[in-house]
């Protein structure tokens, strides 16, 4: 013997195989972030889109209230956009109704005329009137991906994000500086509403009423202006189960 000590690593390293094995378990059962099925990758995905405005006039939509003429309609389309000037006060929807569907659209304030208020209604039903019972994907500036619930229109929330009601989005705003185009995707499958605001997840509401509805861009005292607004309609194969 030199006088040195022999370390037997056998034991050691058994004990240490062991913890790992028992911590992969645990990570293993813990219980994982519950995860939204996203229709659009599936069968869905392969739906073609349709243009719901084509960039030149309003075909395809109508204005509430309708304008006694041209001059009295705040909505006008100039270079592939269309803009409302915010007054009267009301909406302009489609002529067709949709149940599920991926529908995406562009939007944008004018920072000379400032921040300002807007919404998509969703699964319009009903009479025309301020407002409609619908669900309402938010554009007031820098709450974009709320919820707005009109005329009772049954959903199920978060109840801690719910006050009356509003939804408020999950996330902190990540809209563009004023001035800049924003992007929503709003995907309606069935009973399951996702919002995405600029890529993110912002709002999720599940147990809505699966009801086919108009779409409409409301007009409520802002200027705002949208671009390439288009559509894709869900086949019921591709909902979730």
Request: charged share 20%; with cysteine; glycine share 8%.
């Amino acid at each position: 013997m030199n006088g040195s000590r022999h370390f037997d690593r056998r034991p050691f390293a058994f004990a240490v195989a062991c913890v790992a094995l028992t911590s992969v378990g645990f990570l293993a059962s813990a219980p994982q972030p519950a995860r939204l099925p996203d229709p659009t990758v599936s069968q869905g995905a392969t739906a073609e889109w349709v243009d719901l405005f084509n960039r030149k006039n309003l075909d395809g939509w109508k204005v509430f209230p309708s304008p006694a003429d041209a001059a009295a309609n705040p909505w006008t389309v100039h270079d592939d956009v269309l803009s409302c000037a915010g007054q009267p006060i009301g909406y302009i929807e489609t002529e067709k109704s949709y149940e599920s569907f991926e529908l995406e659209l562009e939007w944008r304030f004018d920072p000379k005329k400032g921040a300002g208020n807007s919404g998509v209604l969703l699964r319009v039903v009903g009479e025309d009137q301020v407002w409609p019972k619908s669900m309402e994907a938010q554009l007031h500036s820098e709450n974009a991906g709320d919820i707005w619930n009109i005329g009772d229109f049954t959903a199920t929330v978060d109840a801690s994000r719910t006050q009356g009601r509003r939804t408020v989005k999950n996330y902190d705003t990540n809209e563009k500086p004023l001035g800049g185009w924003n992007h929503y995707r709003i995907v309606f499958d069935g009973p399951t509403l996702m919002l995405f605001v600029n890529g993110t997840l912002q709002n999720v509401a599940t147990h809505c009423e699966a009801v086919p509805g108009r779409l409409a861009l409301q007009s409520e005292g802002a200027h705002i202006q949208f671009r390439n607004i288009r559509l894709r309609e869900l086949p019921k194969a591709a909902r979730p189960q």
